[in-house]
């Protein structure tokens, strides 16, 4: 018997693996193209020749596969292996696959957790990794040593199986809306002649007041307050109808420049003119 099983030894499992062993715990492995185990047993990891096996070898199993849908399969395959057993589920995906595997695992009186990795495989156990999770609370303490072994700023954030799809979204929408904001910067700077690597050598002056956003976020949309804003609606449509100008004036694509001043003009037209941006939120929310 091990301690913990890791089935699913890709990029990101094998970064898992590694960082239970180093965490010491007796660690069995199983992947499905087996050679991809021999740098973990070299490692000190005991190789399964099955995925059942893997399932029976430990209490605990963490399960990195492609998606939910695949881990449904597998452990459907493996029979009655998962009974009594509890399941780190790590793969991606949607919500609904998350519910439909937290049913098969129930019905198969098997305790689980299901979570995101807010890191590369590079991450993998440094203490500022968080991996969001959510399952019940007695599963949590059980597995939360061997959770924080693989990202020591882990956290429970809720109980049902398909809350961690839409957590996802949200976080990855936020670094996309960066990801994608740069992109676009990117485009304008073209057109107008601005050498990309001014442009990139100076994004750090925009992500330098990315925490006084996140304030005005936290300050407003978790207690419904959107009064007396440090910067209204009025004044972000007005801000973003001069880009979204800019933009259509050099010819550049502008469809996200355009996406923002049409939200904010919605929130004026809603009456939120003097109330901060994100009451978006709530005024999207009703739709
Ligand atoms: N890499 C990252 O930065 C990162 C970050 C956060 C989350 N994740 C998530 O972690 C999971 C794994 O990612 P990865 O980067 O490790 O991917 P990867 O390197 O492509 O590895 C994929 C793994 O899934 C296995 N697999 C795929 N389909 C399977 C199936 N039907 N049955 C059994 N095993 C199957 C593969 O087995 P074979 O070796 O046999 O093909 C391999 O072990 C994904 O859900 C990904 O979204 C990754």
């Known amino acids: 018997m091990s301690d913990v099983s890791v089935i699913g ?10 960082a239970l062993i180093k965490g010491g715990y007796a660690v069995t492995v199983w992947n499905r193209s087996p050679e991809k185990a021999a740098p973990l047993v070299a490692a000190g990891a005991v190789q399964a020749g099955s995925a059942a096996e893997a399932l029976r070898a ?21 029979g009655d ?6 399941i780190i589920e790590l793969s991606t995906g949607g919500a609904e696959d998350a519910e439909a595997l937290a049913a098969h695992l129930d019905g198969q009186g098997a305790d689980w957790m299901i979570g995101i990795i807010n890191a590369y495989p590079t991450g993998i156990s440094l203490p500022e990794t968080v991996l969001l999770m959510v399952g019940a609370e007695p599963v949590w303490q059980r597995c939360a040593p061997i959770i924080r072994t693989l990202g020591g700023g882990s956290a429970r954030v809720g109980d049902r199986a398909g809350m961690i799809a ?9 670094r996309q809306g960066f990801m994608f904001g740069m992109i676009y910067g990117g485009l304008v700077c073209r057109k107008a002649g601005i050498p990309l690597d001014v442009f990139a ?7 330098g007041v990315l925490p006084a956003y996140h304030k005005y976020f936290s300050d407003t949309v978790p207690a419904g307050k959107f009064d007396n804003p440090p910067a209204t609606m009025t004044v972000y449509a007005a801000a973003l109808d001069d880009a979204l100008a800019t933009f259509r004036a050099l ?12 939200l904010a003009h919605r929130g004026v037209e809603a009456g939120l003119d003097d109330k901060a941006l994100t ?4 005024l999207m929310s009703r739709d």
């Open 9 to 18: 030894l890709g990029a990101m499992g094998s970064a898992l693996a590694i």
């Open 58 to 78: 430990s209490p605990v199993t963490v399960i990195c596969i492609a998606s939910h849908d695949k881990t449904l399969e597998l452990l459907g395959a493996a």
């Open 81 to 86: 292996a998962v009974s009594g057993r509890t």
């Open 166 to 174: 839409a957590l996802f979204a949200a976080l990855f929408t936020t």
């Open 201 to 207: 050598s100076q994004i750090p002056v925009s992500m």
């Open 251 to 262: 010819g550049a694509h502008a469809e996200l420049p355009q996406l923002f001043s049409d």
């Open 279 to 282: 009451a978006l939120v709530e």
